[in-house]
T-cell receptor
Framework: GIQVEQSPPDLILQEGANSTLRCNFS?????LQWFHQNPWGQLINLFY???GTKQNGRLSATTVATERYSLLYISSSQTTDSGVYFC?????????????FGKGTKLSVKP | DAGVIQSPRHEVTEMGQEVTLRCKPI?????LFWYRQTMMRGLELLIY????????DSGMPEDRFSAKMPNASFSTLKIQPSEPRDSAVYFC????????????FGPGTRLTVT
């Protein structure tokens, strides 16, 4: 089945810094989503981005489907950005829809 | 819309007891997914439904687990009998039109089996 790899596994930032999180996937995908799991465990939808670029405030994401990767940019990080960021994909040739999750990037933003 | 609703938010039970987790998908969504999150295995699919019909239950770990969707607005995941290794966070998610469309997750149920 499709493999999803995220890097880096851990990231510590000073408040105000910028960061880039990467997601590599091993096959064509129908869907790619970025989630933020906050310290209370909730999975928050950030982007639905099977291809192209989107921006939402300080966050933006780019997926280059032909090269099988996606990037999540966080600018001017805040302590509330702390948590785990997951990339998840739906295998293009697989079932109708289950998301395959990466292991996540754990982000800690220090004041 | 209120989003995906799950109950209870936390459940603590003793080994051998029956546990029932509940989910109400976003109104109008025709796909419903049950995922489980553990430290060892991360987030993984257990089962999903389309128009109330189970489509893929290959992720259900064993016969102790069962899921139903009696109508478009309600689903249950049942564990009977529960075991300590079932301790995890169980998420319900829903999507509209196709499973590869954007999936929205509920807040999860944190299950602890002692």
């Amino acid at each position: 089945g499709i493999q999803v790899e995220q890097s880096p596994p851990d990231l510590i930032l000073q408040e105000g810094a910028n960061s880039t999180l990467r997601c590599n996937f091993s096959d064509s995908v129908n869907n790619l989503q970025w989630f933020h799991q906050n310290p209370w465990g909730q999975l928050i939808n950030l982007f639905y981005i099977p291809s192209g670029t989107k921006q939402n405030g300080r966050l933006s994401a780019t997926t280059v489907a032909t090269e099988r990767y996606s990037l999540l940019y966080i600018s001017s990080s805040q302590t509330t950005d702390s948590g785990v960021y997951f990339c998840a994909v739906v295998d293009y040739g697989g079932s109708q829809g289950n998301l395959i999750f990466g292991k996540g990037t754990k982000l800690s933003v220090k004041p | 819309d209120a989003g995906v609703i799950q109950s209870p938010r936390h459940e603590v039970t003793e080994m051998g007891q029956e546990v029932t987790l509940r989910c109400k998908p976003i109104s109008g969504h025709d796909y419903l997914f049950w995922y489980r999150q553990t430290m060892m295995r991360g987030l993984e699919l257990l089962i999903y439904f389309n128009n109330n019909v189970p489509i893929d239950d290959s992720g259900m770990p064993e016969d102790r687990f069962s899921a139903k969707m009696p109508n478009a607005s309600f689903s249950t995941l049942k564990i009977q009998p529960s075991e300590p290794r079932d301790s995890a966070v169980y998420f319900c998610a829903s999507s509209l039109g196709a499973g590869w469309n954007e999936q929205y997750f509920g807040p999860g149920t944190r299950l602890t089996v002692t």
